[in-house]
């Protein structure tokens, strides 16, 4: 048996994804560590992990992040992005270092996980010699002479002046952008008397050891020169729920003979405003029947938006699982998240994506360039911008065969199985775990 710590920062997507990960290896006879903002140990527990708190590091888990992060409101995009990086993810990385040292001491970690934007684990790897694994939630990050710069959301662009391009914005967005969270990523392994980095604050989210994708190629840039220890392994779909009750509309769903639209914001950001709402009054007159999941919000906050009573063709919950909703849409309307993104390809639903803050901008850009939706490029999208877009996805079947490719790709994996196998490799030769070396299993 072997010991896995787990590292997640205390925001929903990040700490539910690798759930599967560490069920599979509870049910593998591992021991799972999972240090985690506390507004998640119920459900950590309820896989078999055992719960660690943040002592020193800051947990705002279960917090509206606009009210915890006030200096963050107003700001989007690269704006954003640059800020967060600096005050957040690296700038938590000492005291998660902090945390995390007497976990080693008094437990015999044979390997650990984080998410990209867990700064702080790579460093203790360093410091300690435990080898540690990344898995990805977001757009891959590893950087390429064709691929576009993380962070404006740019699409490739072929031949020298697209490589010029990206080298002059890489340029930038290191100079500029991250210019902050180098130096303060700088000053951390400094402090922890490490050496200085051979490469940027960028390159030090993600593991040499192993990388743990949640995707497949056919939604990413096309990559020549992936590093070997990436390994794509699909969708991170959650194991079906053990407890959930249906609304009482959930037959006319299950029966629908309309198209479903199925409509989300996420689950940190609460302003039903944004696109919520847009989206009902885009579909009011649609002859669509429209599920909208509110997420970080609550029902009633989208009926008092709204003025009144809902059309009568949205039905509307706090949550119903992606993967009991999405086999009977015909479209997903979504602020971008990449979890719901990528569960609706894993159905081979078609998108409309609305979504610029955080790392949206990226991944609408995914969704434009392979092909399996519309890109609305906005956070705040217009009524007539929405409905156009739901229509767009559903008259041109070119927007559901693209989402049925990424499907029938997701098809060939399961995460948590594959995930399972990769880290006790990891756990076991203690070094980088390379495409091939593992025999994994193709789903039925």
């Given at each position: 048996m072997a010991t896995f710590l787990l590292a997640s920062i205390p925001v929903p997507a990040h700490t539910t994804n690798p759930l599967p990960?560490?069920?599979?290896?509870?049910?593998?006879?591992?021991?799972v560590l999972w240090y985690a903002g506390r507004a998640f140990h119920d459900r950590l527990a309820a896989v078999g992990a055992e719960p660690l708190p943040y002592?020193?590091?800051?947990?705002?888990?279960?917090?509206?992040?606009?009210?915890h992060f006030p200096?963050?409101?107003?700001?989007?995009?690269?704006?954003?992005?640059?800020?967060?990086f600096d005050e957040v993810f690296v700038g938590q990385a000492p005291a998660r270092v902090a945390d995390l040292r007497p976990v080693l001491a008094a437990h015999r970690v044979d390997a650990m996980l984080c998410d990209e934007l867990m700064y702080g684990v790579g460093l203790l790897s360093e410091l300690t010699g435990v080898p540690w694994a990344t898995f990805g939630d977001g757009p891959l990050p590893f950087p390429e002479p064709d691929v576009p710069p993380f962070g404006p959301g740019l699409l490739p662009v072929g031949g020298p002046l697209g490589r010029l391009r990206n080298r002059v914005v890489g340029l930038a967005a290191r100079r500029v952008v991250f210019r902050a969270a180098q130096r303060r990523y700088d000053r951390v392994r400094a402090d922890l008397a490490l050496p200085p980095a051979a490469g940027g604050v960028l390159d030090a989210s993600t593991s040499p050891y192993l990388h743990l994708h949640g995707a497949v190629p056919s939604f990413e840039y096309p990559r020549r020169r992936l590093p070997g220890h990436v390994h794509w392994v699909g969708a991170l779909r959650p194991d079906p729920p053990a407890a959930w009750s249906p609304p009482p509309w959930w037959d006319e769903v299950v029966g629908a003979r309309r198209p479903v639209v199925a409509v989300t914001q996420g689950s940190i950001r609460p302003d039903v405003t944004e696109l919520l709402l847009p989206a009902v009054r885009a579909l009011a007159d649609e002859d669509v029947l429209v599920v909208v999941t509110t997420g970080a919000a609550a029902p009633e906050d989208l009926v008092g938006a709204y003025g009144g009573p809902l059309p009568a063709n949205v039905r509307v919950a706090p949550f119903v699982p992606y993967d009991l909703l999405l086999p009977h849409a015909a479209a997903f309307v979504t602020n971008g998240g990449y979890t719901g993104v990528t569960l609706a390809l894993a159905h081979g639903v078609p998108l409309v994506h609305a979504g610029s803050t955080e790392e949206k901008a990226e991944i609408g850009a995914r969704v434009q360039w392979s092909g399996v939706g519309v890109r609305l490029g906005t956070t705040w999208p217009s009524d007539r911008a929405v409905r156009e877009g739901v229509r767009r996805v559903l008259r041109d079947p070119a927007h559901r065969a693209a989402a049925a490719r990424v499907r029938d790709e997701m098809a060939r994996h399961d995460a948590g199985t594959e995930g399972a196998l990769l880290l006790e490799r990891l756990a076991a030769t203690r070094a980088p775990v390379l495409r091939g070396e593992v025999p994994l299993p193709v789903p039925r």
């Open positions: 990960f560490a069920a599979r290896l509870v049910e593998r006879g591992h021991r002592a020193r590091a800051d947990d705002f888990g279960g917090e509206e992040l606009d009210e200096q963050f409101a107003g700001r989007s995009g690269v704006r954003l992005i640059a800020r967060a």
